[in-house]
């Protein structure tokens, strides 16, 4: 089993930036495939982006594509999500989870365990 703990989020102006840092426990973290979701006032949670077990495949959603960068350091047990030129429609919770690329693929990522999630809000 794996425990998440995000951090990093806050208020920001329109074209600003953040990271977010996850920090895992547990000896398997470097087996875990690693993804970030967010949901927003009275919308579902969505995928933003996920990143395979090395670090060596990164997979993003379209709304985040140029703007976020997903990383890992697998010694560190932690991941961390770069948001960049964000916009009022970046708003909502962010989610860290850890789970599977199926079939090696990280954009079949699916998510087996959730942090309890850091709130971003950008002004505009």
């Known amino acids: 089993q794996v425990q998440l703990v995000e951090s990093g989020g806050g208020l920001v102006q329109a074209g600003g930036s953040l990271r977010l840092s996850c920090a895992a426990s547990?000896?398997?973290?470097?087996?875990?495939?690693m993804g970030w979701f967010r949901q927003a006032p009275g919308k579902e949670r969505e995928f933003v982006a996920a990143i395979n077990w090395s670090g060596g495949s990164t997979y993003y959603a379209d709304s985040v594509k140029g703007r976020f960068t997903i990383s890992r350091d697998n010694a560190k047990n932690t991941v961390n999500l770069q948001m960049n030129s964000l916009k009022p429609e970046d708003t909502a919770v962010y989610y860290c989870?850890?789970?599977?690329?199926?079939?090696?693929?990280?954009?079949?990522?699916?998510?087996?365990?959730w942090g309890q999630g850091t709130q971003v809000t950008v002004s505009s």
């Open positions: 547990g000896r398997t973290f470097s087996s875990y495939a």
């Open positions: 989870s850890a789970g599977n690329a199926r079939l090696g693929y990280v954009s079949r990522y699916e998510s087996h365990y």
